[in-house]
């Protein structure tokens, strides 16, 4: 059922990088889209960043840009979510996504599954 599982997550400090993993079971992920989105206590789901079929194109979050970059391994079928100087804001915990088959991209309205999450904690 291609369903994505997070790892990764954890408590880090203020200006730390993680890297979070994406592993998807089932059907070759080169056929969807992928991404990443968030929640903060009390707030919604909002994204972060989304990788296209073939990797080549790459859509950020404006509060993310030029510290987070997302990844994909068609072979491994994997997805990865590189996090650099992080903040205390960045603090949510982090969904691993798929789109609808053959699509261009994913959003929040067209996600088919969600992973279960994975929890990132900056402290200042």
């Known amino acids: 059922q291609l369903q994505p599982v997070e790892s990764g997550g954890g408590l880090v400090q203020a200006g730390d990088s993680l890297r979070l993993s994406c592993e998807v079971s089932?059907?070759?992920?080169?056929?969807?889209?992928m991404g990443w989105f968030r929640q903060s206590p009390g707030s919604g789901r909002e994204f972060v960043a989304t990788i296209s079929r073939d990797g080549s194109t790459r859509n950020y979050a404006d509060s993310v840009k030029g510290r987070f970059t997302i990844s994909k391994d068609n072979d491994k079928n994997m997805v990865y979510l590189q996090m650099n100087s992080l903040r205390p804001e960045d603090t949510a915990v982090y969904y691993c996504?798929?789109?609808?088959?053959?699509?261009?991209?994913?959003?929040?309205?067209?996600?088919?599954?969600w992973g279960q999450g994975t929890q990132v904690t900056v402290s200042s």
């Open positions: 996504v798929r789109g609808l088959f053959a699509a261009a991209t994913v959003e929040l309205t067209t996600v088919g599954a």
């Open positions: 089932g059907r070759p992920i080169r056929d969807y889209p």
